[in-house]
């Protein structure tokens, strides 16, 4: 029998450190046996791990996770702000997984595994592909109906005008664009034109 030292020196010989795999099996009140990474997402992997709990059962759970920090790469769209708009829309009608836990210092997310598959491209079938479109255009409005107090992020301010939320966004991704040392035309010309047109609408949410 495979003992979990075992388990979690294979795991981190598969690029999962032990202390990763000893925070999934604490969160998830189990031992991990199984990682299986799946392609996709750029920097964020993505982890399908099965969790053996005190009952024998095997829980299969979804782990995103960065390896970047931060501070360093100068990003605020961390996994730390991703959890909290999970956590904000559960109990909504967007559908979302349930948050196992979130690590205190790495960036890291473990949840309940959805089944399915995120490649539309896959879909050759139109009528398919038109009900998953409508299901996603569905889902966004109901997104856009959620109580932004729900959020809670310090960084956020639900009652604040719709110019300044608008104008604190461009800001945002403006600082992305610039901090990645890349100039494009295109880009500084999207920006100019997104600033010059920014919504007169004053109400708040």
């Given amino acids: 029998m495979t003992t979990a030292t075992e388990v979690s020196t294979e795991l981190e010989a598969n690029s999962l450190s032990s202390e990763l795999v000893e925070w999934i099996g604490d969160a998830a009140s189990g031992t991990v046996i199984s990682s299986d990474r799946r392609p996709g997402g750029g920097r964020r992997e993505a982890w399908v791990v099965e969790v053996r709990g005190a009952d024998g059962v095997v829980r ?39 948050i196992v836990g979130v ?7 473990l949840s309940e595994l959805v089944p399915g598959q995120a490649w539309f491209s896959r879909l050759h079938d139109e009528d398919q592909r038109v ?17 932004p107090h729900r959020l809670g992020l310090p960084d956020q301010d639900p009652d604040a005008d719709l110019r300044v939320l608008v104008h604190r966004e ?19 010309l999207g920006l100019d034109w997104v600033r010059g047109h920014v919504p007169t609408w004053t109400h708040r949410w």
Wanted: without cysteine.
């Fill in 60 to 98: 299969p759970l979804f782990l995103r996770y960065d390896r970047l920090d931060p501070e360093e790469k100068g990003d605020d769209f961390t996994l730390h702000r991703e959890a909290a708009f999970f956590r904000a829309l559960s109990g909504t009608a967007v559908p979302v997984p349930d």
């Fill in 170 to 188: 461009i800001d945002t991704w403006e600082k992305v664009y610039r901090d990645s040392g890349t100039s494009d035309p295109l880009i500084d």
């Fill in 131 to 147: 009900s998953v479109a409508s299901d996603f255009m569905r889902i966004l409005a109901e997104m856009h109906r959620v109580d």
């Fill in 103 to 109: 690590h205190p210092t790495e960036q890291a997310i």
